[in-house]
């Protein structure tokens, strides 16, 4: 399985990004996708996953202001990104496991390539 992200950049504070990841390959054993993200210094973090039910979750620093979407058919993720702060600065990377579970606890089977985002303030 690969994992392949797009999207990411450099925004001023307050604006918008949208990052999108698509899984490819022996995907039948995806059953939740998300991204987790690392800022410099500090320990990666799971900003947000969604299962093959739609069911999400939230970092709550992340609460109210991104929203993950995803297509289980297709194995697709996407996270909007709204109101961006300078302390969302990070490497973001799209993660994918069996289950939910395993993605909360960073048990992750398949890891695609980080995109940076930066937040200017």
């Known amino acids: 399985v690969q994992l392949q992200a797009y999207g990411g950049g450099l925004v001023q504070a307050g604006g918008s990004l949208r990052l999108s990841c698509a899984a490819s390959?022996?995907?039948?054993?995806?059953?939740?996708m998300g991204w987790y993200r690392q800022a410099p210094g500090k320990q990666r973090e799971l900003v947000a996953g969604i299962t093959s039910f739609n069911s999400t979750n939230y970092a709550d620093s992340v609460k109210g202001r991104f929203t993950i979407s995803g297509d289980n058919a297709k194995k697709t993720v996407s996270l909007q990104m709204n109101s961006l702060k300078p302390e969302d600065t990070a490497v973001y990377y799209c993660?994918?496991?069996?289950?939910?579970?395993?993605?909360?606890?960073?048990?992750?089977?398949?890891w695609g390539q980080g995109t940076l985002v930066t937040v200017s303030s």
């Open positions: 390959g022996s995907i039948f054993s995806i059953k939740a």
């Open positions: 993660a994918a496991a069996p289950t939910i579970i395993r993605l909360r606890i960073g048990a992750i089977e398949y």
